[in-house]
């Protein structure tokens, strides 16, 4: 007996399923929330993109004000000058990823990964960036007042002629950063790791813990 025909229409059905499924893409305002996807400028404001896979996305100008981006993937993403604050990037991934001139005041990116991220320039006053991981990021002269960076790893850090006015560094690794011609004024570096640190030129007035020996 030939069951080829019966099985036909189940084959098909499963088939439309997968189809159906793989096209299954969160899209937002006509962004199609997905790696490689081209949205400079969208506006994603208190979007639901936590768990997202948005590796080298174009967000450039993006407005992502109060959106919650927990554990999502943003390496290589572009969000130069993107609008984020209040959003909640709580265990994002932004390895290497173009953050110049981005707003994060306010938000929240705790233990985030990023590693080797290009954020020149960027604020991120009053942001909570607990045990974030910053090792070998590029934050040269980015706004951090009042930034909380407990137990962050700042290690090998570019952080020259950033702005750190009142922030919390307590217990964070400061091996090999780059402070020169910084601002440390009522900055709390008490119980940091700071071998090899670069503080040249860096103002230290309030500064508690500090490291002495350098002007």
């Excluded at 189809?19 to 006509?30: P, S």
């Excluded at 081209?38 to 967000?59: E, I, T, V």
């Excluded at 919650?68 to 265990?91: C, I, M, P, V």
Aim: hydrophobic residues 45%; proline residues 2%.
């Amino acid at each position: 007996m030939n069951y080829l025909p019966l099985l036909l229409p189940i084959v098909l059905l499963v088939l439309g399923t997968e189809l159906v499924n793989a096209d299954e893409v969160l899209t937002v305002n006509g962004c199609r929330i997905e790696a490689d996807s081209q949205c400079p400028k969208a506006n994603l404001q208190g979007a639901n993109l936590s768990n997202q896979d948005m590796r080298r996305m174009n967000l450039e100008g993006a407005d992502l004000r109060g959106a919650d981006l927990r554990h999502s993937r943003l390496d290589l993403a572009n969000l130069e000058k993107a609008q984020l604050q209040g959003a909640d990037l709580t265990r994002a991934s932004l390895q290497q990823s173009q953050l110049r001139l981005a707003d994060f005041s306010n938000s929240t990116l705790v233990a985030i990964n990023g590693w080797a991220m290009y954020a020149q320039a960027a604020k991120f006053n009053a942001a909570d960036m607990r045990a974030a991981n910053l090792e070998f990021a590029r934050l040269s002269a980015a706004k951090l007042h009042n930034a909380n960076l407990q137990a962050a790893n700042l290690e090998m850090t570019w952080l020259s002629k950033a702005d750190l006015k009142g922030a919390n560094l307590k217990d964070a690794n400061l091996q090999e950063v780059k402070l020169s011609g910084s601002n440390l004024a009522d900055a709390d570096l008490s119980g940091t790791r700071t071998h090899y640190g670069n503080f040249q030129g860096a103002n230290m007035e309030g500064c508690t813990a500090c490291p002495d020996g350098w002007e």
